[in-house]
């Protein structure tokens, strides 16, 4: 079975830290996304990557950057926290652009 | 751009019984496909069911079977004979043909359905 895995399922951090949401997956994914999961609007694309050290901007890149140094591994960055990044936090992957998307369990990060 | 519509943001479901869970879309492609996926409380997002647009014959698997309707641009979930452990927030999602390696997956807002014992 494919796993994904996110390094916190709980965070509380203030506002002006820096903090890094850390995804790995193991099934040698070329694709990998980030989320953020918020009541009523679903879920909206962050990020995405399909390669080693590229990426893409989805839908919502604003206050939000990415790492990708290796294929199994994708970082959410949050340069400076703010209160309105409070959210899930959803990461999932993909074998290819045509196969669906497995997700890892999700970080809820607290912005206080 | 495509959007995915849920109308429903919740519904609930006698155990044994059969739900239907409503979702359209909108877009100008011909060649996409459609997803739904279970979120149950506080565990990970799954997929359920998946159907290519062009094929003709509903997606089913287990108790769980796809009702589309390209024309109508309608995508529901049937859910037969509910069991407690189909309790969880349902997505409906959306991907266009992919090209040069772009997967773009557009989310609905979700219908969290409650299975009564």
């Known amino acids: 079975d494919v796993k994904v895995t996110q390094s916190s399922r709980y965070l509380v951090k203030r506002t002006g830290e820096k903090v890094f949401l850390e995804c790995v997956q193991d099934m040698d994914h070329e694709n990998m996304f980030w989320y953020r999961q918020d009541p009523g609007l679903g879920l909206r694309l962050i990020y995405f990557?399909?390669?080693?050290?590229?990426?893409e901007k989805g839908d919502i890149p604003e206050g939000y950057s990415v790492s990708r140094e290796k294929k199994e591994r994708f970082s959410l960055i949050l340069e400076s926290a703010s209160t309105n990044q409070t959210s899930m936090y959803l990461c999932?992957?993909?074998?290819?652009?045509?196969?669906?998307?497995?997700f890892g369990p999700g970080t809820r990060l607290t912005v206080l | 751009a495509q959007t995915v519509t849920q109308s429903q943001p919740e519904m609930s479901v006698q155990e044994a019984e059969t739900v239907t869970l409503s979702c359209t879309y909108d877009t100008s492609e011909n060649n996409y496909y459609l997803f739904w996926y279970k979120q149950p409380p506080s565990r990970q997002m799954i997929l359920v069911i998946r159907q290519e647009a062009y094929k003709q014959q509903n997606a089913t698997e287990n108790r769980f079977s796809v009702n589309f309707q390209k024309a109508a641009k309608s995508f529901s979930l049937k859910i037969s004979d509910s069991q407690l452990g189909d309790t969880a927030m349902y997505f409906c999602a959306f991907m266009k043909q992919p090209s040069g390696g772009y997967q773009k997956v557009t989310f609905g807002t979700g219908t969290k359905l409650q299975v009564i014992p």
């Open positions: 999932a992957s993909s074998y290819s652009s045509y196969n669906e998307q497995f």
């Open positions: 990557s399909y390669d080693v050290k590229m990426k």
